[in-house]
């Protein structure tokens, strides 16, 4: 009996004062216009497009991150320079399919893709969703500061000849006997 | 124009007053439950959030008047009209303060019940005209709950009836004039608060509208401001039932003088309606047999019990 | 007051009229609780506020209750609204009407050559208490064991 009284009653009157004395717990609500919340770095929001340390494009159109993008709202097209720079003629992401997963940073190969901690990003127009490269492309490095792909890979570009990058050995010369 | 019983003025203004704030009490409810679930609440339009209501309700009368095709059409548009209708009826009789109030009634206690198990059919009418399965079960299962626990309603005031000795409510008021009736009749009052709970489907015994399980119950279909009457009812249920228990159980408007009865009376009423919305926020909802086992096999005998011990009380002091 | 009356008498009339007519039987019932309600005002006007109210709280507000839950239950669908279409057209309908027609006749005839005008007396709570544990006492009592016995095996049934 005593149990049961205890279990009903007394624990019904236990909760409502329990609930009834959170009036005096400050709120948890973030007041957000005003209060900005901290964003963390690694949050997935925006996509921009990256430059390298030396303010060249980052992006080699190598269509990697169009092809990881589970809904298909990258599209670009390469083109390529006198030097022998890859570049993207066009780039295109709809955010209005992007679901912000991340797998585009994770899939490119030069950090030119990256996600930011924006996420203010309505729009009353639907079309005004659709960003091209001069909306993505921001003059900076991003994340990733002194990463240059150029510098790092055998590629041959104008004032950097094969064998010339970081831990890069000379070519060998096949047509020669010596060691 | 004066401050009689039944005068225009009166009327008029328990009318607005009583509408207005049943309105407010969507808002005051938000913010409230918010301050009890470490929120804020709705604190943008207006101050404090204030205007709320107004953006509510301009928003629901843009709303599309639907009546689905599949409906019977007479009963649709009838059951929410009833509810309103039979909860504003009831307010006549509430005696707000002394001069303040619609009529004088020696039936008042009987009206208020009257009108209470009117009130069933409207939520009947609104879940069978539907013609869907969810307001089919939610309007059967409210008129199963609010059968039963008008019962209990009714036994656990005959004991306030009783020791009063009169079915005028503001004659009850009066009465109470030595010291209010939640004391002698502190089970009665319990009862009392439990039926009216369950008679107004508030949270936790919102059974017959459990989102969770059925949907929005009898009022699934409803949409625009037929809704709304079925939103505002509510409120208005809740307004009536907090006003019925201070008239009844804790001396209606008598407090001490330095406040004016009215105000006595109001604060009385909102602390209930704290007290409701307090439960909403803490309080699970029990399952449908667990309720009406209860209600019969509980709350009956209490009541039939109080009622009897009250009256040989009364008869051995005589 | 004796507007209310007759306006209430009218009411009841012709809602009562409207339950035989009506095909759908949930609007038939809307009408007959309409009807209770218009004769618990009647008897408001002719005295008696205690049997007016109880008028709507045991007739319209449960009995009709309990009507509607079982109609709600049952399910009728489109077939029971054309049957009961096909029950009151012309020809059905013609014997009753007769039947009841010479009935009416008669009533306005024992009515016409009854004299007799409304002298109203109010009858309050007291005096119908005053009657129910006075003279009446011994009705009370059989019921009161009727309804005992109903909730005794009512709790019986919950119990199971
Ligand atoms: S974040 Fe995901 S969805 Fe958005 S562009 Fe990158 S891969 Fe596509
Ligand atoms: S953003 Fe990166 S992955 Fe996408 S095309 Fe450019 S280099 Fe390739």
């Not at chain 1, 009653?9 to 919340?37: C, G, M």
């Not at chain 3, 109880?54 to 489109?78: D, H, S, W």
Request: with cysteine; charged share 15%.
């Amino acid at each position: 009996m005593f149990t049961l009284f205890k279990d009903t009653l007394v624990s019904q009157v236990v909760t409502l004062w329990k609930v009834f004395a959170k009036i005096l717990v400050k709120a948890d609500t973030v007041q957000y216009p005003e209060e900005q919340p901290y964003m963390f770095p690694r949050w997935r929001g925006r996509i921009i497009l990256s430059r390298d340390p030396d303010g060249e494009e980052r992006c080699v159109a190598c269509n990697l991150c169009a092809v990881a993008c589970p809904v298909d709202c990258i599209a670009l097209q390469k083109t390529e320079d006198e030097e022998g720079r890859w570049y993207p003629e066009f780039f295109r992401i709809n955010f209005s399919r992007c679901i912000m997963c991340g797998f585009c940073e994770e899939a490119c190969p030069t950090n030119a893709i990256q996600l930011t901690p924006d996420f203010e990003m309505a729009e009353y127009v639907r079309q005004d969703m659709v960003w091209e490269k001069e909306d993505l492309l921001i003059s900076g490095t991003g994340k990733y500061h002194d990463y240059s792909f150029y510098n790092v890979c055998g590629k041959k570009i104008g004032g950097k000849d094969k064998g010339e990058a970081q831990n890069e050995a000379v070519p060998v010369n096949v047509r020669s006997l010596l060691p | 124009m004066t401050w009689e019983v039944g005068s225009p003025l009166s009327i008029i203004s328990i009318l607005a007053v009583v509408i207005v704030v049943a309105a407010m009490l969507i808002w005051v409810e938000r913010r409230l439950l918010s301050f009890w679930q470490e929120r804020l609440g709705p604190n943008r339009v207006g101050y404090f959030g204030l205007l709320q209501v107004v953006a509510d309700m301009i928003k629901i009368f843009y709303k599309e008047d639907w009546i689905p095709p599949f409906a019977d059409k007479f009963g649709f548009v009838l059951a929410p009209a009833i509810i309103m209708m039979v909860i504003l009826l009831s307010f006549a009789v509430v005696p707000f303060a002394p001069g303040v109030g619609v009529i004088d009634s020696n039936i008042g206690v009987l009206f208020m019940l009257a009108m209470a198990s009117l009130g069933a059919y409207s939520v009947m009418l609104g879940g069978l005209s539907s013609n869907n399965k969810y307001a089919l079960l939610g309007a059967l299962r409210a008129t199963a709950q609010m059968v039963s626990y008008e019962v209990f309603m009714g036994i656990s005031l005959l004991g306030v009836v009783a020791l009063s000795g009169s079915f005028n409510l503001r004659e009850i008021v009066l009465a109470q004039q030595d010291g209010w009736y939640v004391i002698p009749q502190f089970v009665g009052f319990v009862i009392f608060l439990i039926a009216g709970i369950a008679e107004s489907h508030r949270l936790p015994f919102d059974i017959p509208e459990a989102e969770q399980e059925i949907c929005a119950g009898y009022h699934t279909e409803y949409s625009g401001m037929k809704f709304g009457m079925f939103f505002v009812g509510e409120y208005l249920g809740l307004v009536l039932i907090s006003s019925l228990i201070t008239v009844l159980f804790f001396g209606g408007w008598l407090g001490p003088a330095f406040l004016p009865p009215i105000i006595w009376f109001s604060i009385k009423v909102f602390c209930f309606i704290g007290f409701f919305i307090l439960l909403r926020a803490a309080v699970p909802r029990p399952r449908y047999d667990q309720l009406m086992s209860y209600g019969w096999l509980v709350l009956l005998p209490i009541s039939l019990i109080n009622l009897l011990v009250t009256a040989a009380i009364i008869l051995s002091m005589q | 007051m004796i507007i209310l009356f007759y306006l209430a008498g009218a009411v009841a009339l012709i809602s009562t009229v409207a339950v035989i007519l009506q095909s759908n039987i949930v609007h038939a019932l809307i009408y007959l609780i309409l009807s209770l309600l218009a004769v618990a005002v009647v008897f408001y006007t002719l005295g008696a506020p205690f049997a007016a109210v109880l008028e709507a709280i045991v007739y319209a507000g449960a009995i009709m209750v309990l009507f509607l839950f079982v109609i709600m239950m049952l399910n009728l669908g489109k077939f029971s609204v054309d049957q009961e279409k096909s029950w009151t057209s012309g020809r059905v309908m013609l014997v009753p009407a007769i039947m009841s027609a010479i009935l009416l006749a008669q009533l306005i005839n024992v009515l016409r050559n009854y004299e007799h005008s409304i002298d109203v007396v109010e009858v309050g709570v007291l005096e119908v208490s005053a009657l129910l544990f006075g003279p009446y006492v011994l009705a009370v009592e059989l019921a009161s064991i009727l309804l005992l016995a109903g909730l005794v095996s009512a709790y019986h049934l919950a119990k199971k």
